[in-house]
């Protein structure tokens, strides 16, 4: 199971509305629909990265420019790139926004992701991040708008989690 | 080989470029070497970021040359941005990276390049075919001249002694003051809003 078409349209549509050109990934299975997506969509490059810190550190530098990016990953992404995200917003307050799959929610049946579920909330809250989980499509693109708002009003980061009903397990 | 040296050479080079830099002895030591790229120049402290955000600003200003001043132990941290840039072959960004086979500031225990790691091996190795050595000041300035002159990516590995230049002009600002400092200055010379006005600023 993964995410809808629907919400996967959501999502593009949402990026666009926001004039997101740049949109790193570490690519995963709940929102495995979106990624080829991101790269076929003509007016944003997409660029696979090889962890999530180093594409939380590409997407600081498209915001340095002037221009807007994305991180897109699993919520496990938070904890490899908590590091560099310290670094970047709470020590240079450079902001990226992140959309996330909530692995681990109620009703995961994978024992190897239960611990991204535990870890997420208290992660995004160590480090300060605000954040918001999206479990209706239709509140993606208002969310993405809102995401962009206030992390570029309080240069920090802002984190946009894809829940139930929005991907499924 | 001195990198104070080194940076004295690259910094003449220099006018309208964006240079990122990395922590260290390296940030006192470009702020004297290049007074006048001060504004142009972002000083970062994040092991394994530098590159990756040079690489974003890289991206985001595809007309305008991007300098990464990186170390061994910064390039160490995140080998993975060798791989993504390989394959997405930035043609504005050049990679500097003063390896002094040590991690300086904490006394300079040795980095792995102080064994038989290699980084314009593995650069090369990744697929970026403009990887260099240079040895000494004369193989500096020549492969710094071709790199800022060729619009492909280069990434050039300074071997460095471990010291920093003393009675260096000290950086007095933070992480902060420094981000915006930056963003003044590209905003200033690109033409574009980064952070504010706000709505009653």
Redesign the interface.
């Known amino acids: 199971m993964s995410i809808t078409q629907v919400a996967v349209n959501e999502i593009l549509q949402g990026l666009l509305e926001a004039h997101v050109s740049v949109a790193c990934f570490l690519p995963e299975s709940l929102m495995k629909e979106l990624f080829p997506a991101l790269v076929a969509l003509e007016d944003l490059r997409a660029i696979p990265v090889t962890n999530e810190g180093e594409g939380a550190a590409i997407c600081a530098g498209v915001w340095l420019s002037g221009k807007r990016a994305v991180l897109v990953m699993e919520n496990s992404g938070i904890r490899s790139a908590a590091e560099a995200l310290a670094r970047l917003g709470i020590g240079a307050h450079i902001p990226v926004v992140m959309i996330m799959s909530y692995r681990g929610d109620l009703g995961e049946p994978n024992w190897w992701a239960i611990p991204h579920g535990i870890t997420m909330e208290p992660v995004l809250n160590a480090l300060r991040i605000p954040y918001r989980i999206i479990r209706q499509v239709d509140e993606i693109r208002t969310a993405i708008a809102e995401a962009y708002v206030t992390a570029y009003a309080s240069l920090n980061h802002v984190a946009l989690i894809m829940a139930s009903d929005v991907i499924s397990y | 080989m001195k990198r104070f040296d080194c940076m004295k050479l690259l910094a003449a080079k220099l006018k309208d470029e964006l240079v990122?830099l990395s922590l260290g002895g390296s940030v006192d030591e470009w702020f004297t070497a290049a007074p006048h790229m001060r504004e142009a120049s972002?000083f970062?402290?994040?092991l394994?970021?530098?590159t990756?955000?040079?690489?974003?600003?890289?991206?985001?200003?595809p007309h305008r040359r991007i300098v990464a001043l990186d170390t061994d132990g910064g390039m160490l941290f995140?080998l993975?941005?060798l791989?993504?840039l390989a394959?997405?072959r930035p043609t504005n960004l050049t990679v500097f990276i003063w390896d002094n086979e040590c991690y300086q500031s904490i006394g300079c225990p040795p980095t792995h390049t102080a064994g038989i790691v290699d980084l314009e091996g593995i650069a090369k190795g990744a697929g970026i075919p403009h990887a260099y050595t240079a040895r000494n000041l004369e193989e500096f300035e020549r492969l710094a001249t071709d790199a800022l002159a060729l619009n492909e990516l280069h990434m050039i590995v300074a071997k460095v002694e471990p010291m920093v230049e003393p009675d260096l002009v000290r950086k007095q600002s933070d992480?902060?003051e420094?981000?915006?400092t930056?963003?003044r200055y590209?905003?200033k010379t690109?033409n574009?809003?980064?952070?504010g006005p706000?709505e009653h600023n």
Not at chain 2, 192 to 195: N, Q
């Open positions: 990122v972002l970062q402290q994040q394994g970021c530098l990756p955000e040079a690489f974003g600003l890289a991206v985001g200003l995140n993975g941005i791989a993504t394959n997405e992480g902060f420094d981000t915006v930056f963003v590209i905003e690109e574009v809003s980064i952070i706000t």
